[in-house]
């Protein structure tokens, strides 16, 4: 690792980098991108401050640091979404000014943004081609051009598909083409794995190592250390908005990286004894959803207990029931049939507001669309999905508002929760992702749910404030919160579970027990190659090779929660090989 302190600039325009880091074979020292003294300030904050980031041609290059630390944004100014204060820019030795994503595009920067920007109604080649119909035309140039691209760098895109009828790592894929094909040779990955599974993961990484071998460049954002670790060339880290930093990766651990990212040591996560009682707090009963106007069933025979104290984890590719059942538990869909019954009562006719008033809390998959306002002040925010509870409002049946009650109580939350940000009164949109998510999180946590839906808790959270989450989630569940846990991220769902089941296309096919089964072993039942009980196989370990034990010491507290009841050492071991994301890469685009 090298410390802190401007970075020593090479006359010649080479990348500074090169100094101290030995190449891969692949990369040459000529800079792709490089920022130099970025700043930009919004009301109350300064974003980014004199910010240097040398990328090398050929090479994949991550960006970390802490929620709020300025990635997002300095990646907005670098595709031309944002204008810097001060500072330059230089593509390929040459030094540009962007005034829109237009004027980047066209000197080779392409981003990649994670939550799907697709037009699910057209076919593959249709949204490739969608808004550049200049460049290959709209008929065989066009299809020739795509199917080339996907030969060359291993993508595998299929031109005449519908979108909808695509899984996420495929859309992932085909928005990476969409960039290749408006011509990038450096390209932005904002938080790109989110809801990949490992498999998936490995995948992209396969594809990021195509791009590389063809002389392109990669910019990765990711809280996920240890895949940070395994697939990047270069590190730089930011701190509070600055470069702090550069880190070899193959002489830094997870843990070493995530000091250096929060500017001190990490507390090492303490293993919580099981708490599940033999108390039901919530009973579902052969749920059955249909799609509507068809006969599909969208969720079908779904059956669960989760009891007091217990966290329920549930295992699944994005897609395949999970939305539907968190709508159908929260009452944004009514079942078809079955029933839902919250501490003996029948629940299942209930609205949305009864069942919260009742004790369901509630962190959305989606925090834009379900999860916030963002035009509007934080403090406002704090009351959506509680308008009629305290603190937000008072007299019988919550009747009045009070917002100097909900502002107070957003202050607190704004501390305990650690979401940075200048004030109450700013807009939810202004706040980094990983900071929405803190204040939803918080949110939720202070009306003391009986039952919580939590989809994604830690989704771009990063990793010093992930494990104070997962605290807080032991926390209640010892005093009997009962959760449902819906996680992309497997090792979270591990760590934090009592109890896992899988689902895949609207069942519950597999469960798991979460002290011995393995993110691959999860994986395989995920999409749809295991089922019933998934009985751990041990593999003979082989001290030497590339998978022998990880040293728990530098792993654990920077990646995994340790496990509800038993043995901690093997889920951190496992963290640094497991390449799973939870990120929150939807808000990057705004
Ligand atoms: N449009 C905006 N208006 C006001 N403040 C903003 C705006 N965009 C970003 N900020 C602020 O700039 C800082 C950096 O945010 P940014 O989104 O770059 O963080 P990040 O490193 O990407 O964090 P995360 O890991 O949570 O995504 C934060 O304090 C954020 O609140
Ligand atoms: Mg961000």
Known sequence: MRGAGPFPLSPRGECAIDASTTPPPTATTACAVELTGITKRFPGVVANHDIHLSVRKGTVHALVGENGAGKSTLMKILYGMQKP???????????????????????????????????????????????????????AGARR????????????????????????????????????????????????????????????????????????????????????????????????????????????????????????????????????????????????????????????????????????????????????????????????????????????????????????GYIPEDRHRHGLLLESPLWENRILGHVTEKPNSRGPGGFWLDPKGAQADTRRIVEEYDVRTPGIDVTAASLSGGNQQKLIVGREMSHKPRFLIAAHPTRGVDVGAQAQIWDQIREARREGLAVLLISADLDELIGLSDTLRVIYRGRLVADADPATVTPEELGSAMTGAASGHLEHVEEPEDPKGPKGPADPEDTAAAQAPAPADTTPAPEGARAAENVQEAAGPEDEAR
């Open 85 to 139: 204060d001060e500072g330059t820019i230089a593509v390929d030795g040459e030094q540009v000014a962007f005034h829109s994503p237009a004027d980047a595009i066209a000197r080779g920067i392409g981003m990649v943004h994670q939550h799907f920007m697709l037009a699910d109604q057209l076919t593959v080649l249709e949204n490739i081609v969608l808004g550049s119909e200049k460049l290959y035309g709209i008929g």
């Open 145 to 360: 051009k795509v199917l080339e691209l996907s030969e060359r760098y291993g993508l595998g895109v299929r031109p005449d598909v519908y979108v909808e009828d695509l899984g996420v790592a495929d859309r992932q894929r085909v928005e990476i083409l969409k960039v290749l094909y408006r011509g990038a040779t450096t390209l932005i990955l904002d938080e790109p794995t989110a809801v990949l599974v490992p498999q998936e993961v490995d995948a992209l990484f396969d594809n990021l190592r195509e791009l590389k071998a063809e002389g392109l460049s990669v910019i990765f954002i990711s809280h996920k250390l240890g895949e940070v670790l395994s697939v990047a060339d270069d590190i730089t880290v930011i701190r509070r908005g600055t470069t702090v930093g550069t880190a070899v990766p193959a002489e830094t651990t997870p843990r070493q990286l995530a000091e250096l990212m929060v500017g001190s040591e990490l507390p090492t996560p303490e293993t919580a004894e099981s708490t599940v009682t033999d108390r039901p707090m919530i009973e579902v009963e052969e749920l059955r959803l249909l799609a509507e106007g068809s006969a599909r069933a969208l969720l079908d025979d779904i059956s669960f207990t989760i009891h007091e104290g217990e966290v329920l984890g549930l295992a699944g590719v994005e897609g395949n029931g999970q939305t539907e059942l968190i709508d159908a538990l929260i009452g944004l869909k009514h079942a078809d049939s079955g029933s839902i019954r919250l501490a003996g009562e029948d629940i299942t006719a209930w609205a949305t507001r009864r069942r919260r008033e009742r004790g369901v």
